[in-house]
């Protein structure tokens, strides 16, 4: 469930809260993975220079490895518990919201919650962030408990190799250089 958090009229926080039966390190190390599509971000491989830590740019990139999808800075790197980072998609000219990765060990597994911070309210970010919570979430515990992700992480990485055909210039990868 997607939970708003606030009042601010200007930016908006939302939180998603899951269970994972899989101790915080499994999860943890699924998570942060640098070298390998990713169902749970939508198909994407997380890209860096110098590795995940406070300061680096990173990039969600298309497996082919033409597109960007989103770009940011690594704010929090906190193994296996707080992992944080700049959020602005490459298609929509906005400015950037801030994802926060909590994980907290629990009886029988991992509490793993989702924040969006600093949201413009009412921008097409917010509305495509908050649209992603459920997905990602449902397709991380899916992968991590089953093997394999949720229904709807296997559709888009099935359709995956098509989609760089119908992206905007702008998200290709050449835009989007690490600093």
Known sequence: MVEPIGNAEELKTY?????????????WNTLVK??????FFFGGVCDTKDGLKPGASMRMVHPSGKL???VGKVLVFEPPHRYSHT???????EPPATIVY????????????????NAVAGSKLEKQMVGGQKYISQNLKALIETGRPAFSGRMLMMMSPVLPLFAPKGQRI?????D
């Not at 640098?34 to 169902?39: K, Q």
């Not at 959020?87 to 000219?93: L, V």
Request: no cysteine; net charge negative; glycine share 4%.
């Open 87 to 93: 959020f602005q998609m490459t298609n929509i000219d």
């Open 15 to 27: 939180r998603t809260r899951t269970f994972i039966a899989a101790p915080i390190e499994t999860v």
């Open 174 to 178: 050449e835009n989007w250089p690490l």
């Open 34 to 39: 640098t070298d390998e599509a990713l169902p």
């Open 102 to 117: 909590e994980l907290a060990e629990v009886e029988g597994g991992t509490q793993f919650d989702l924040v969006i911070e």
């Open 68 to 70: 960007a999808m989103v």
